[in-house]
């Protein structure tokens, strides 16, 4: 076996363990024998790294279930120009803590605006090195826990692909191409413009038509493939991500190895890995009309990104339902008056039911009003 990008021999010692749908994204499959230790740092630190900027918002909102654990929070700007952060499965925060201090006649007055409560407990007992009277359990104590319901609409970048991401999405369709047996110096198109920065990009958008046969509706799947049947004469790679990020790769304009087709599909949420197929069958004439976004324009993009976007805020409604939820029945158990460990009285619980029943009908009447 050679390294695909720069054909270096590989053996025990540069050998390395390639993901062929990057582990940033939620890519699980991962092979030797197709990337050498050199080519495979190179690409993830300035390829893939990019292509998981790009992606890192869907990875958030679908809580993607990554080998290197949770995706970063991402900073997003509101329409009202707010910015906060999404974090996977959590509530939004702002993007820093808040500190202000007051000078009054005599004395100081702070407010601190914090995250957490671990975060306010942090600050409070640094100002108190600062000021040695200062209660910090008191202090605390009359901290006050406030959430409220977004105001506004996110602004996500729709920014995709590009000289760095757009070289991950080739790599990915070359190194699946490796692993059905197509050597690397067959893929003269995918090899060249991996290797040389001035070479043309060698993949296009595609959404309509709609490569994946008996596409579960609303699945964020991502997936890798290669055909060589029907494409008169071509080898094609194929890569998807979250479902609407849909690009057709011509790893080679002429080929002629073995007939070979194959596909890789996973969910990312679960890791589990679907059972679907592609259909490549397209002529050089198509091919330099998907390069030419003849197949991605506005409309078909959205008609494909619909299902996952829907998908993405049905789950963020459940996870917010489930917050809200879980704070309405701690604070009313908080506040029914009983110690920890003590049996719960008829008293107790009627305050407790009186008190969810009024956080509830507030909760929903500020969903109403929004």
Not at 26 to 49: F, H, I, P, Q, Y
């Amino acid at each position: 076996m050679n390294c695909v990008i720069c054909l270096t021999e590989l053996v025990p010692s540069n050998d390395s363990l390639e993901h062929i749908i990057p582990a940033s994204v939620g890519g699980r499959l991962k092979k030797r024998g197709v990337l050498c230790r050199s080519c495979n740092n190179t690409a993830g630190e300035d390829w893939d790294s990019d292509l998981a900027r790009q992606l890192n918002f869907f990875c958030v909102t679908f809580d993607i279930n990554r080998e290197r654990g949770p995706a970063p929070p991402e900073k997003v700007t509101t329409s009202n120009g707010r910015e906060l952060l999404l974090h996977p499965g959590k509530p939004m925060t702002q993007v820093s803590p808040v500190f202000k201090s007051t000078r009054l006649p005599g004395r100081i007055a702070y407010e601190i605006q914090a995250r957490s409560m671990d975060e306010a407990k942090a600050m409070v007992k640094k100002l108190a090195r600062k000021h040695a009277d200062l209660d910090v359990e008191a202090a605390l104590a009359s901290a006050q826990i406030s959430n409220e319901l977004l105001d506004g609409y996110i602004h996500v970048s729709t920014e995709f692909a590009g000289e760095l991401a757009g070289r991950s999405i080739v790599k990915s369709a070359l190194c699946w191409a490796a692993l059905q047996g197509v050597p690397a110096t067959a893929c003269h198109e995918a090899r060249e413009y991996l290797t040389n920065t001035a070479a043309e990009a060698c993949f296009g958008f595609i959404n309509e038509p709609d490569p994946v046969s008996n596409r579960p509706k609303g699945v964020p799947l991502h997936c890798v493939a290669v055909s060589s049947i029907g494409t008169a004469g071509q080898l094609l790679g194929y890569v998807e991500f979250f479902g609407w990020r849909r690009m057709v790769v011509q790893l080679a304009r002429e080929y002629s190895g073995p007939a070979v087709h194959a596909s890789h599909f996973i969910d990312p949420r679960t890791s589990e890995v679907l059972e679907l197929d592609v259909d490549l069958r397209f002529d050089h004439a198509t091919v330099a009309s998907i390069f030419d976004y003849k197949h991605s324009l506005p409309d078909q993009v959205t008609a494909s990104a619909a299902p996952i976007i829907e998908a993405m805020l049905e789950k963020l409604s459940q996870q917010e339902t489930n917050r809200a939820i879980a704070e309405i029945v701690e604070r009313a158990f908080r506040e029914c008056g009983a110690s920890e460990g003590e049996m719960l009285t008829d008293e107790h619980l009627r305050k407790v039911t009186e008190s969810m029943a009024a956080q509830i009908v507030q909760y929903q009447s500020k969903l109403m009003k929004r």
